[in-house]
């Protein structure tokens, strides 16, 4: 059946940032489809009840809590997975993410450090997993890029062009790894995580972005989630060096910051 190829049976993921929504939700897919999952972000508590899904999904989970901003961390969360399950298949990099600024408060500083969150911390992690992955049959890699990489809205000099990197980063990782190892990334729209809370705990703010998104909607966790495990599953198996836009059609930002003219 068509559905079998979205299983990942007794397969092993890494997810960053998953104690919460986007990653919590990846994981948990992925483990509903099968595999084991080792769970990393910051929070410990977060993890073990993200863990706890996991298991009620009939999997295994090994919790790695960590600040994933330092790249040793991040790149050992590969050497964690073969401890824990004796192998490595899936890596959904999704940590990542900048606060707006606007571009006179965007300092040099503020650009690396966007650069070094939302790219760096990926590479390092596939760069300890691909031969990892290469022992065995392959793998495939996801990076949690976003909309904004794509389209041009003011405030996002730092975190749009780091994700532009990351996209780009996908095709050439992309390149270097076939053709065991596939990796593609997801830009992805206005989620309700707690990144947007400002938005959606607003009924004002939450109608105009709805409104201005052409499927009328924020997106969910599990929307992103659904489209990891496309990417990770053998349904995927054809697919590499690809960007999936899963923004609700955006062709233009859909919230303006109401930054001034300078």
Same mark, same amino acid.
């Given at each position: 059946?068509?559905?079998?190829?979205?299983?990942?049976?007794?397969?092993?993921?890494?997810?960053?940032?998953?104690?919460?929504?986007?990653?919590?939700?990846?994981?948990? *897919?992925?483990?509903?489809?099968?595999?084991?999952?080792?769970?990393?972000?910051? #929070?410990?508590?977060?993890? @073990?009840?993200?863990?706890?899904?996991?298991?009620?999904?009939?999997?295994?989970?090994?919790?790695?809590?960590?600040?994933?901003?330092?790249?040793?961390?991040?790149?050992?969360?590969?050497?964690?997975?073969?401890?824990?399950?004796?192998?490595?298949?899936?890596?959904?990099?999704?940590?990542?993410?900048?606060?707006?600024?606007?571009?006179?408060?965007?300092?040099?500083? @503020?650009?690396?450090?966007?650069?070094?969150?939302?790219?760096?911390?990926?590479?390092?992690?596939?760069?300890?997993?691909?031969?990892?992955?290469?022992?065995?049959?392959?793998?495939?890699?996801?990076?949690?890029?976003?909309?904004?990489?794509?389209?041009?809205?003011?405030?996002?000099?730092?975190?749009?062009?780091?994700?532009?990197?990351?996209?780009?980063?996908?095709?050439?990782?992309?390149?270097?790894?076939?053709?065991?190892?596939?990796?593609?990334?997801?830009?992805?729209?206005?989620?309700? #995580?707690?990144?947007?809370?400002?938005? #959606?705990?607003?009924?004002?703010? $939450?109608? $105009?972005?709805?409104?201005?998104?052409?499927?009328?909607?924020?997106?969910?966790?599990?929307?992103?989630? *659904?489209?990891?495990?496309?990417?990770?599953?053998?349904?995927?198996?054809?697919?590499?060096?690809?960007?999936?836009?899963?923004?609700?059609?955006?062709?233009?930002?859909?919230?303006?910051?109401?930054?001034?003219?300078?």
């Amino acid at each position: 059946m068509i559905l079998d190829r979205f299983r990942v049976t007794d397969r092993v993921a890494v997810v960053t940032g998953a104690g919460r929504g986007i990653g919590a939700a990846t994981a948990v *897919a992925l483990a509903e489809a099968g595999a084991d999952v080792v769970l990393s972000a910051r #929070t410990e508590t977060q993890l @073990h009840e993200v863990a706890a899904r996991v298991a009620a999904a009939g999997r295994k989970a090994r919790i790695v809590a960590a600040d994933l901003s330092d790249l040793d961390a991040a790149a050992s969360l590969a050497e964690a997975a073969r401890e824990a399950f004796g192998r490595l298949d899936i890596v959904v990099n999704n940590v990542g993410g900048t606060m707006p600024r606007a571009f006179l408060d965007t300092s040099t500083r @503020h650009l690396e450090d966007a650069f070094h969150f939302n790219v760096a911390t990926g590479h390092a992690l596939t760069r300890a997993a691909a031969p990892i992955m290469l022992e065995g049959r392959g793998g495939s890699v996801v990076n949690i890029s976003s909309t904004m990489g794509r389209l041009a809205g003011r405030g996002f000099v730092a975190y749009g062009t780091a994700k532009a990197a990351l996209a780009h980063y996908t095709r050439l990782a992309a390149a270097d790894l076939a053709p065991k190892v596939r990796v593609n990334a997801i830009s992805v729209g206005s989620v309700a #995580t707690s990144a947007l809370e400002i938005v #959606t705990g607003d009924d004002e703010l $939450r109608g $105009r972005m709805e409104r201005a998104t052409p499927l009328r909607r924020i997106g969910d966790p599990e929307d992103i989630a *659904a489209a990891v495990l496309y990417l990770a599953s053998p349904a995927g198996g054809y697919v590499t060096g690809k960007l999936l836009e899963v923004d609700g059609g955006l062709q233009a930002p859909n919230l303006d910051l109401g930054l001034p003219d300078l």
